[in-house]
């Protein structure tokens, strides 16, 4: 499924989605590079591996931790922040079970 091109270059596939509330789901073709966002402010750089499963949320939340210019994802709990490009070219879009 090709990923369209709004906002940060991942955009939201419907109109349901975009009113957001909805979680969209990824699983990683190859690692990425990402930054995880502690709770103390500090930013710790790490690669997620291949396979593992990311959640977006279509409506950004308000106490966001995600850094400028990136996107916020949640893996195993974690926030962490990505490049969007590396998640356009990097991950396929798959659906919630």
Known sequence: MALGQLGHGIAPVNAEEAA???EIRYRLKV???AILDKQD??????KIPAGALL???????E???TLFGMIGVHWEGRHYSVYPNELALKA???QAA
């Open 31 to 33: 690692p990425i590079k």
């Open 55 to 61: 959640v977006r949320f279509a409506q950004p939340q």
């Open 63 to 65: 106490a966001s931790t």
């Open 92 to 94: 396929e879009r798959v």
């Open 20 to 22: 957001g509330g909805m």
């Open 41 to 46: 402010g500090e930013e710790v750089f790490v």
